[in-house]
């Protein structure tokens, strides 16, 4: 009996659907909590100076206020440091810049981590890939080396040809997979293995029944009846009776939102052919070494190499896709009172997740140039409870506060964030061990946590749909700086936001200024020491301070 087909031949337009575009706060002095005044900002400086005294005294809180109240200029840099003399008069000396290279943000110019279309060293450009794919050609994408730590030969299904299969039988482990959407699935009534919840994989890989086209193959195991196969599975005319179950091909369920939810081979693959607007479908097969061993990443260079093939990274397809998907959608706004002043509150709900996050906005954005911006990262021991071993609040308290003297701006609260990415209860367990003696580094790596696993994509999409497009950055952090930058975001400077150092956050500030290169408001040099157990910026011999 002859059968017959009712596939037609594979469609090679657009795919149906694109990615879119798009507290009180504590002020330690002398080992005693004290609540910040709304005016401590303007007993901290006086006119353009930063008054050290203030810092190590405690002056400007409810029960020392200053007379004082000029207050600098909005979105200038500090460009004198004062120093207290022997006979505790206040002086200031402006000092001489340092050679070492940075940029008009006062950090280092090598911090460019977060330039999210820079691939990773050794490793094409996605832009390069995703042409490949789609002229037809294999790319191999590597994921990380805490995860599989493997490479795999991946190229558009809708363009498999037998050519391509045949070298795929031959490189990999001759299971080829076919990362396929959720809808696709169910319109060719392809079910899972096994359910979610009995999936035993170690990555609980979502595979399907397998499958070989019914027309145009014999025993379905051939190059060209794969080819066939697949391209089969990658037409939208395809009907679930023109395919024999079991088969040879191993269709895997893509998860929705790709690599930003699951940062897989199946997530890379399919997401790289709808990158290069080709049928959400794509063939994926594990490279081997030549003794049947799974290729690790020197090998793959070679291979790449010898045959010529572009090698990229799951990391930076979803650095790619971060700065290109819209990420957010806002839920709700209403004017909410504050001790600074009133401000318009904006919350967004992140699409990946489901966390909401919360902008606070001061005046009108108006045409978005120059907005005075913090992004804050959310810290409960700090921002709410007034930890003294971090300066978090008080760094929000002031970045209120000078938004509320400029009358424009906004800060962008984001939840998540807590321990730079690491979560409460692992901050807590850090914390204990920074009692025994490890710095906040090192307390994270012995934990096998990240340094700083943040991640601002989600914030600068809230300032671009807020209207921002060039801000002044309320921020020492370097990361934060370039990070915002990458995501098509332009700074047109940098506002230190300088806060008290106390006995309990001192070796903190340290760190991060020695380790992960923070900047508190001066030159990329200076740095926050002691001496003889006072507690102050810079030292006696070099203080660089930077317009």
Request: charged share 25%.
């Amino acid at each position: 009996m002859k059968l017959s087909c009712s596939a037609a031949p594979v469609s090679r337009s657009p795919p149906r659907v694109h990615y879119s575009l798009p507290f009180r706060t504590l002020l330690e002095t002398n080992c005693r909590p004290r609540f910040i005044s709304p005016t401590w900002c303007r007993t901290l400086y006086s006119g353009s100076k930063l008054d050290v005294s203030v810092l190590k005294s405690g002056k400007g809180d409810h029960r020392s206020r200053s007379n004082r109240d000029t207050v600098p200029k909005q979105g200038i840099f500090i460009n004198e440091q004062t120093r207290q003399t022997k006979d505790s008069e206040i002086q200031t000396k402006r000092v001489v810049t340092s050679a070492i290279p940075r940029t008009n943000s006062g950090f280092r110019s090598d911090h460019d981590d977060f330039d999210l279309d820079r691939p990773t060293e050794g490793f094409a450009s996605i832009p390069d890939a995703i042409e490949d794919i789609r002229k037809g050609k294999f790319v191999i994408v590597v994921d990380d080396e805490d995860r599989e730590n493997e490479g795999d030969l991946i190229m558009a299904a809708s363009l498999v040809t037998q050519e391509a299969m045949a070298f795929i039988v031959r490189h990999g482990t001759g299971i080829v997979c076919v990362g396929m959407k959720e809808e696709d699935l169910e319109r060719l009534q392809l079910p899972l293995m096994v359910y979610d919840n009995e999936n035993k994989e170690k990555l609980r890989t979502a595979f399907t029944v397998t499958v070989d086209a019914k027309c145009g193959t014999t025993t379905g195991v051939s190059a060209k009846d794969r080819a066939t196969t697949i391209l089969a599975l990658a037409s939208r005319y395809s009907k679930p009776e023109d395919f024999n179950r079991p088969g040879h091909i191993f269709p895997l369920k893509y998860r929705e939102g790709g690599v930003l939810k699951r940062a897989g081979h199946t997530e890379a693959s399919v997401d790289l052919a709808v990158l290069a607007g080709l049928e959400p479908a794509a063939v994926l097969c594990e490279v081997v070494d030549d003794d049947g061993s799974m290729a690790r990443l020197p090998k793959l260079r070679n291979f790449a190499q010898e045959k010529n093939l572009k090698i990229i990274s799951i990391a930076d397809i979803i650095r790619y896709r971060r700065k290109r998907d819209k990420l957010v959608e806002l839920s709700a706004s209403a004017p909410i009172p504050t001790m600074w002043g009133p401000f318009n509150s904006y919350c967004f709900k992140s699409v990946l997740d489901g966390i909401e996050h919360i902008a606070m906005v001061k005046g009108e954005i108006g045409d978005g140039l120059d907005v005075l911006v913090r992004v804050h990262s959310e810290c409960l021991t700090g921002d709410i409870f007034g930890s003294a071993r971090c300066d978090c609040g008080n760094q929000l308290a002031l970045a209120m506060q000078q938004i509320e003297k400029a009358g424009k701006g906004v800060l962008v609260y984001l939840r998540g964030h807590e321990g730079r990415g690491i979560g409460l209860g692992h901050k807590l367990r850090a914390y204990n061990l920074q009692d025994d003696g490890r710095d906040t580094v090192e307390a994270n790596e012995e934990l096998g946590l990240p340094v700083d696993s943040r991640e601002y994509g989600i914030g600068a999409q809230i300032l671009r749909d807020l209207g921002v497009r060039t801000m002044r950055l309320m921020t020492n952090n370097p990361r934060k700086y370039v990070g915002l930058k990458g995501y098509g975001l332009a700074i047109s400077g940098r506002v230190p936001l300088v806060t008290p150092i106390t006995p309990e956050n001192k070796r903190y500030l340290e760190t991060k200024h020695a380790k992960m290169g923070h900047v508190y408001g001066l030159d990329s040099e200076d740095h926050v020491g002691s001496e003889n157990g006072s507690v102050h910026y810079g030292d006696n011999s070099s203080d660089v301070i930077e317009a």
